[in-house]
T-cell receptor, first 115, second 110 residues
Framework: DAGVIQSPRHEVTEMGQEVTLRCKPI?????LFWYRQTMMRGLELLIY????????DSGMPEDRFSAKMPNASFSTLKIQPSEPRDSAVYFC?????????????FGSGTQLSVL | KNEVEQSPQNLTAQEGEFITINCSYS?????LHWLQQHPGGGIVSLFM???GKKKHGRLIATINIQEKHSSLHITASHPRDSAVYIC????????????FGQGTTLQVKP
């Protein structure tokens, strides 16, 4: 398996623009997680899905953020409108079981810069 | 809510030295994760453990559930071990939500 695949690797956009980050989890993994990493706050969970259903979105900062998982092999994280404070590295991860009980496999991340 | 503390925050070692990174948490857990993040940014899961000890190559992870403490040891350290090491534990309820430590930045000099 190719592992968790994220795209794009880098995204530079202007404030106010819509940003869409994409993730393909490892085939067969039932859990998909979106994390954000900043220098100030470290790694934070934004949202996670189980069998394509959002389970916990309490980490989503505000209504500008939305995430979908239309099928088992694809998820998106959308920011609309984007703001400079959204600049961070966004990681997608997947696992067979809940993140507490099974190893997580991370994608390579998307470095987002909002100017 | 689980709180996670790592120490030290930064660590510089000479090649060949034995290294220990510590992680303490506040609430009982089902399992603890050790992650490695290289300078390029990618994150790799090193260990997930719920009791005792696990070993993979030169890396050893131990956990003491009663004391709510885990350690990551690196034997015969090498410059390629230079990375940020992060421990993570489940949040307050039995969900998929992990709480991450702030990370330990390790630099191994040749």
């Amino acid at each position: 398996d190719a592992g968790v695949i994220q795209s794009p690797r880098h995204e530079v956009t202007e404030m106010g623009q819509e940003v869409t980050l994409r993730c393909k989890p490892i085939s067969g993994h039932d859990y998909l997680f979106w994390y954000r990493q900043t220098m100030m706050r470290g790694l934070e969970l934004l949202i996670y899905f189980n069998n394509n259903v959002p389970i916990d979105d309490s980490g989503m900062p505000e209504d500008r953020f939305s995430a979908k998982m239309p099928n088992a092999s694809f998820s998106t994280l959308k920011i609309q409108p984007s703001e400079p404070r959204d600049s961070a590295v966004y990681f997608c991860a997947s696992s067979l079981l809940q993140g507490g009980r099974e190893k997580l496999f991370f994608g390579s991340g998307t470095q987002l810069s909002v100017l | 809510k689980n709180e996670v503390e790592q120490s030290p925050q930064n660590l510089t070692a000479q090649e060949g030295e034995f290294i220990t990174i510590n992680c303490s948490y506040s609430v009982g857990i089902s399992a603890l994760h050790w992650l490695q993040q290289h300078p390029g940014g990618g994150i790799v899961s090193l260990f997930m453990l719920s009791s005792g000890k696990k070993k993979h190559g030169r890396l050893i992870a131990t956990i003491n559930i009663q004391e709510k403490h885990s350690s990551l040891h690196i034997t015969a350290s090498h410059p390629r071990d230079s990375a940020v090491y992060i421990c993570a534990v489940p949040g307050s309820s039995n969900t998929g939500k992990l709480i991450f430590g702030q990370g330990t930045t390790l630099q191994v000099k040749p």
